[in-house]
């Protein structure tokens, strides 16, 4: 189906205009929509060609505009709907994959123009395989994480409008609480220290910061370390369902290689991997491998690079 038309939507500038970017290079015409305020979007050079604002009120919440931008989608007799992959924008995508009568493709990883159509590719099977997948009708709707596109630099400022569009639904938010968390910016960063269960126990992060301030390199990890263990923030996992990286360097200890976790960050420029299990998966996929004890390499890298 002919695509010419993309919609992007997220909560977040900063993914806005990433999403922007991706969507830029497939359609020729894009809106946006931020669900923020006015001075936020009037800030976000995100290349669109209009920039609507949607400041939630009244306890509404995201998802329950999903009627009021189906509405604005369905102006265009075809249209692609791109919404930023969060929990809040997983659960627009559904509400608007039931008013647009249509599918909803997650976790996207690429957009491509072909021909007529624009075709989607994701990993399925757990990461196993990928599947290029096109919609039929004419709208579509996916949801696509952090970090998968690359935000243009530069981007031009689409005038700015606000969404008129009133809330429906049975959803109101009647209390906010921040989540203590000093995650950082891993898809902004240009080197990372990837931390992985080979690591004897949480007070050992601090030899891997110490490595990490060597490298002006910020310290990600694999998920079991963030949602098992809970040695850091679940922002700071990397892997198919977490962040998606593209630095220039990625310096991986102690990580297996599963494949989950190999498809957030195969797109570093250089990896580099320290394991002391010669087998392991993970050198399959690195541009340079060390077999070895983290605890015996990591101080000798610290003393080389102070």
């Known amino acids: 189906m002919s695509m010419q038309t993309i919609f992007v939507l997220s909560d977040e500038a900063a993914v806005l205009t990433e999403l922007c970017s991706g969507a830029r290079a497939a359609a020729d015409q894009v809106t946006a929509i931020l669900f923020g305020g006015e001075a936020e979007a009037a800030a976000a050079a995100c290349g669109a060609d209009r920039l609507l604002f949607c400041q939630p009120s009244g306890g509404a919440v995201m998802e329950d505009y999903a009627a009021a931008v189906a509405e604005e989608v369905k102006k265009c007799p075809s249209a692609l709907v791109i919404v930023s992959n969060s929990i809040r924008g997983r659960c627009l995508a559904g509400r608007l994959g039931v008013l647009l009568d249509t599918a909803v493709l997650t976790s996207v990883g690429s957009l491509e123009r072909s021909g007529e159509g624009l075709v989607c590719r994701r990993m399925v099977y757990g990461g196993m395989a990928q599947r290029d997948e096109v919609f039929t009708k004419p709208y579509g709707v996916i949801t696509v994480g952090a970090g998968v596109f690359e935000a243009a630099p530069g981007g031009t400022q689409a005038a700015v409008s606000p969404f008129e569009g009133a809330p429906q639904g049975g959803l109101k938010c009647v209390n906010r609480a921040e989540k203590k968390e000093s995650g950082v910016d891993l898809v902004a960063a ?38 098992n263990n809970k040695w850091l923030p679940k922002s700071s996992y990397m892997g198919i369902t977490g962040v998606q990286v593209k630095p220039e360097l990625i310096l991986l200890l102690g990580v297996s290689g599963q494949i989950q976790h190999v498809g957030g960050i195969s797109k570093s420029r250089v990896i580099v991997a320290v394991n002391k299990d010669k087998s392991a998966p993970i050198f399959k996929n690195a541009d340079f491998g060390v077999v070895g004890d983290l605890y015996k390499v990591v101080p000798a890298l610290i003393e080389k690079l102070s």
């Open 190 to 227: 240009k080197r990372i220290v990837d931390v992985g269960r080979g690591l004897a126990k949480e007070e050992d992060l601090e030899l891997c910061r110490r490595l990490a301030g060597a490298l002006g390199a910020e310290v990600g990890c694999s998920r079991p370390v963030a949602e």
